[in-house]
């Protein structure tokens, strides 16, 4: 098709600069973490890089149907001079779509004659929530219940078929995962690490069968693994389709469906994530991490209506590292208003999960490294400046990860809305069980008030984001609650005050409230509660105005020039000729 551009260069120019287009480093081939590696461990780093590159490939198939052409197209304006082109290919590049929010909620179209569809490239182009349901009713009084389960799994594409709708499994549709399996099996072979040779073994087989069992085991052996030098994760989350989680918000639809015991799974975007384990990092991660999600698992609220994640049956099912990246690729490094500081992973609704395995939370040192800390000082009254401590963001964030295993195991049913009740009930298990946190020993008094005011603050944000948004529109509903309830208060010059006391019995409050709404799973219910805080304020929108004036940052990207080493034929060709620097192995490189 042709490709209409919709920035101007003046627009181009402003968000590819300096001060609006936000940079994130990786490493370097340069440093002392890739420097100490030995020749090997070099060669399966870049295997793994490799690998994630390919996945790269396959995410932009399923982000969008136009997303192929439209890079050939960017690539042939360049080589005439097209300075419009050249500036959006950079902002295609970081945000990985034609469509993205920026930092201050607006929705930046790169294309003219394209609209964001409502799934990525899950489903159809041209298929519309109603259409959809209208088919799967179809479909089920013709009794097509194989083809309805095949089609609503977490790991197929949908396409039409006649006048229905058929399930391609992600392993079918996109050759590149095969591509992406050839490099993890080069990986493994000249892997020095058991445990991480053992998951890409089962990665490989997981990519090559559509048989879940392989991504079991592999999601099994993922969550163990902490001691090594090197880590790679085939990352896959459900924040991307509002399609399927549209079936929650259709009762007579949904009932159908329970009936007939099908289950409905929204679809994972594919990421990849390379890096190398931090020791310091992850050291006060294993002492601190477990001990946190001890006393959540202890505290969530009524455990006696339903059965969560046991973490802590005397196996050792939850670990904590902290990586130096290499790379993001796919869903993983899309820049898009933010990028992704931390993980919980596998999701619950993962079969690993499912049979009692484990959980791992990965961290990113460089992304925290390099967040902007703002000017938040002006945004602080200025006796409680003594408590702004940004390092107690990353404790924060450590309690926000090791809460998401607890509580209701199941929240599909809530539709467009589960992501932001999960991700609301995860900020809350930074602030409700603080004071438990402190009988504990893990955090004093003092710590704890750090935590509120950093995080607190910096939850405020530039302007009104859409609900697209999950993480950001649940730290509305939390700023908004405390707000109502008087445990924080903006004054005329949009400095924030916080009742430290109020802020954990509020916290407390609506932790409950999350955990009623995730066993209610009425998705009417959670629409109605997040209308009632997600509300753009005059209180917001003064505090706003000041982030405004001081941060001129609306995305970014990410710096990757190690894996661009790695990739390149610069290293393959230092590997043939025995080039490449390391520790001496016992095994030669396997080209």
């Known amino acids: 098709m042709d490709f209409e551009l919709n920035l101007s260069l003046e627009e181009l120019n402003k968000r590819t600069s300096k001060e609006c287009f936000e940079k994130n480093d990786f490493l370097n081939e340069s440093d002392t973490e890739f420097k100490e590696l030995s020749v090997n461990e070099k060669n399966t780093l870049a295997h793994l890089a490799r690998a994630s590159m390919f996945v790269e490939k396959a995410y932009y198939k399923m982000e969008n149907s136009h997303n192929i052409e439209f890079q050939k197209f960017l690539k042939e304006e360049i080589s005439k001079g097209n300075e419009q ?29 394209l609209t964001q569809p409502v799934s990525m490239n899950f489903y159809p182009e041209d298929l519309t929530i109603p259409e959809f349901h209208s088919i799967i009713n179809k479909m089920l009084d013709e009794k097509k219940v194989e083809d309805i389960k095949n ?18 499994e992600y392993n079918d549709y996109f050759t590149e995962l095969k591509d992406c399996a050839n490099e993890l099996e080069q990986a493994s072979k000249t892997c020095e690490d058991p445990e991480l040779k053992k998951y890409l073994t089962y990665q490989v087989s997981a990519l090559r069968n559509n048989n879940l069992e392989y991504d079991c085991l592999a999601d099994l052996q993922w969550a163990k693994f902490k001691n090594g030098k090197i880590d790679f994760t085939l990352t896959r989350e459900s924040y991307d389709d509002q399609m399927t989680e549209s079936i929650g ?5 949904a009932e159908r469906l329970k009936n007939l015991n ?64 290499v790379c993001l690729t796919g869903g993983e490094g899309c820049y898009q208003a933010g990028i992704v500081l931390a993980q919980s992973l596998p999701n619950n609704d993962k079969l690993a999960i499912k049979r009692g395995g484990g959980k791992r939370n990965v961290y990113h040192k460089q992304i925290r490294d390099s967040k902007q800390k703002y000017f938040v000082e002006k945004l602080v009254v200025p006796e409680l400046k ?40 995860a900020d809350l298990g930074a602030f409700a069980f603080l004071p ?17 005011l950093s995080t607190i603050v910096t939850n405020f944000v530039k302007s009104k984001p859409s609900l697209q948004e999950p993480h950001v529109v649940e730290r509305i509903m939390i700023t908004n609650k405390m707000i109502e309830n008087k445990a924080i208060s903006v004054n005329e010059k949009a400095q924030i005050s916080v009742d430290f006391k109020k802020a954990i019995e509020v916290s407390k409050d609506m932790m409950k409230e999350i955990v009623e709404l995730q066993l209610s799973k009425s998705s009417e219910k959670a629409k109605a509660y997040v209308e009632k805080y997600f509300v753009w304020t005059e209180k917001l929108e003064r505090v706003a105005k000041v982030i405004r004036e001081n941060s001129k940052i609306l995305n970014g990207t990410i710096n990757e020039p190690l894996k661009d080493y790695l990739i390149s034929p610069k290293f393959e060709l230092e590997c043939s000729q025995k080039k490449v620097c390391g520790k001496k192995d016992n095994n030669q490189i396997s080209k």
């Open 85 to 113: 082109a050249k500036l959006t290919k950079i902002l295609f590049d970081a945000q990985k779509s034609m469509f993205s929010a920026d930092r201050e909620g607006n929705h930046i179209r790169l294309v003219k004659n």
């Open 151 to 168: 089609m609503l799994t977490q790991h197929s594409m949908v396409v039409r078929d006649g006048k229905f709708l058929k399930g391609i």
């Open 249 to 253: 918000e259709n009762f007579s639809l």
């Open 262 to 325: 099908i289950e409905y799974t929204s679809k994972d975007t594919l990421g990849a994530r390379v890096g190398l384990i931090n020791k310091e990092g992850t050291n006060f991660l294993q002492l601190t991490a477990k001990n946190i999600a001890q006393v959540i698992y202890e505290n969530m609220p009524f455990q006696d209506r339903y059965e969560q994640n046991n973490l802590f049956d005397g196996k050792d099912k939850l670990s904590s590292i902290e990586l130096d990246l």
């Open 386 to 425: 003594k408590y702004l401590n940004y390092e107690s963001k990353h404790w924060q964030t450590i309690c926000h990860e090791n809460t998401h295993p607890f509580g209701p195991k199941e929240n599909t049913f809530l539709g467009s809305y589960n992501s932001i009740i999960e991700e609301n009930k």
């Open 436 to 452: 438990e946190m402190v009988k504990a020993k893990i955090f004093n008094n003092g710590q704890c008030k750090q935590i509120l």
